[in-house]
């Protein structure tokens, strides 16, 4: 069974720096696309990264460009993503996604989801 979870998420500073982990098991992780989405309270969810499964196909939205840096081990099954210089407006539940049929930000691309985890920014 196809399981994504995520870790490292909490409380952070405007202007800090966090990384988030997700972690894939029962697929083989490095034939998938792996996607970063967020949600904030009262909005859609929307695409943050993607990196293609042999880590050369890589898309950032407009929002984080500059700021957020993905990247995978694929001998660990694991996927990153740093979150530098980070603002309020990037408060939001975060998920990664795992997909086969190509690479980008949307949703209908990815075939299992993780749980999710909350990323605050606030001081």
């Known amino acids: 069974q196809a399981q994504l979870v995520e870790s490292g998420g909490g409380l952070v500073q405007p202007g800090g720096s966090l990384i988030l982990s997700c972690v894939g098991s029962?697929?083989?992780?490095?034939?998938?696309?792996i996607g970063w989405f967020r949600q904030a309270p009262g909005k859609e969810r929307e695409g943050v990264s993607s990196?293609?499964?042999?880590?050369?196909?890589?898309f950032y939205a407009t929002s984080v460009k500059g700021r957020f840096t993905t990247w995978r081990n694929n001998r660990d099954n694991t996927a990153y993503l740093r979150m530098n210089d980070v603002r309020p407006e990037d408060t939001g539940v975060y998920f990664c996604?795992?997909?086969?049929?190509?690479?980008?930000?949307?949703?209908?691309?990815?075939?299992?989801w993780g749980q999710g985890i909350q990323v605050t920014v606030s001081s």
């Open positions: 996604a795992a997909g086969h049929h190509g690479d980008g930000l949307h949703s209908y691309i990815y075939n299992y």
């Open positions: 029962g697929i083989d992780f490095e034939l998938w696309t």
């Open positions: 990196i293609s499964r042999d880590s050369r196909s890589i």
